[in-house]
């Protein structure tokens, strides 16, 4: 459609593997965990998968100047999970690949005719699970849209589209996903002290912890720019 997509490409890639290995029964670890060890981060993560125990999920960065062979071999993946769950054999791995992560966002959501939404308009890094989330928030602000537009309502509202669902990708997506990945990476003794005492304060205050859902929810953002109009901005 020849619309630009704004942004930059990380140099490293991200490297996903996935293992039935039940980390919450034999490591006592909740759905969703971020680690932020001063060397190197990981996520670990239950994904769908038929279970008991299903399939869970693990993303760290890769060097980016390693070859791709070497950095999906069976010595490297399997140290990779070992350095950070130790465990007496080796780990089970049903799929692993490598991602090249870019943070983007189309320069306009419509050109006559045609829309764009999900991937196609954003694009973001995993940490914080914003990318599908935000898809399926256009598609619920498209539709109601283009539903009011066949019933003959000023096409102009396919604007305010473009106008609502681009803001959020550029002002809150992109911000967000930017800083929850340089919060895992930071290997600065100082102020990863400041960022997780900040986090543990939060978390001890439940007005703030609200907050805080409601921000990393998605939920906040979105009420914000389903309030604006074409004439407001
Ligand atoms: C490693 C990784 C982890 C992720 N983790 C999360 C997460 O935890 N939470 C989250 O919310 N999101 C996550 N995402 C992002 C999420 O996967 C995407 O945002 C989502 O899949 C995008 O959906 P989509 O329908 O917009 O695009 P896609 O899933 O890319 O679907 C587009 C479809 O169009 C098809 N297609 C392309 N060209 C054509 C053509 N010319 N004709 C017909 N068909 C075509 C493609 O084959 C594809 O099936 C992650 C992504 C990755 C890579």
């Not at 980390?23 to 990981?42: L, Q, V």
């Not at 943070?103 to 419509?110: G, L, P």
């Not at 543990?200 to 309030?227: G, H, W, Y």
Request: charged share 25%; glycine share 6%.
């Amino acid at each position: 459609m020849d619309i630009a997509f704004e942004g930059f490409t990380w140099p490293e890639r991200f490297l996903v593997l996935t293992t039935p290995f039940d980390f919450e029964a034999m490591r006592g670890m909740c759905f969703r965990n971020y680690i932020a060890d001063p060397e190197e981060w990981c996520n670990c993560f239950k994904v769908a998968g038929d279970g008991p125990p299903g399939l869970w999920r693990l993303v760290y960065p890769a060097d980016p100047d390693a070859p791709e062979e070497s950095l999906l071999a069976d010595d490297f993946v399997q140290n990779k999970l070992q350095n950070f769950f130790p465990l007496e054999e080796p780990y089970e791995i049903v799929h692993r690949n490598l991602y090249t992560v870019h943070q983007r966002v189309a320069a306009n959501f419509r050109k006559g005719r045609v829309m764009l939404a999900g991937d196609s308009s954003h694009v973001n890094n995993s940490i914080g699970g914003m990318g599908l989330n935000g898809g399926i928030q256009d598609a619920m602000n498209l539709a109601e849209k283009l539903t009011r537009v066949w019933k003959g309502e000023d096409q102009r509202l396919l604007d305010l589209y473009d106008l609502q669902r681009r803001s959020y990708a550029r002002d809150f997506v992109q911000e967000q996903s930017i800083q929850n990945k340089q919060r895992l990476e930071n290997n600065d003794p100082e102020s990863r002290k400041k960022s997780l005492d900040g986090l543990r304060a939060t978390a001890a205050n439940p007005e703030k912890a609200r907050q805080f859902m409601l921000k990393s929810s998605m939920i906040e953002a979105m009420r914000k720019v389903d309030a604006m109009t074409l004439e407001g901005s």
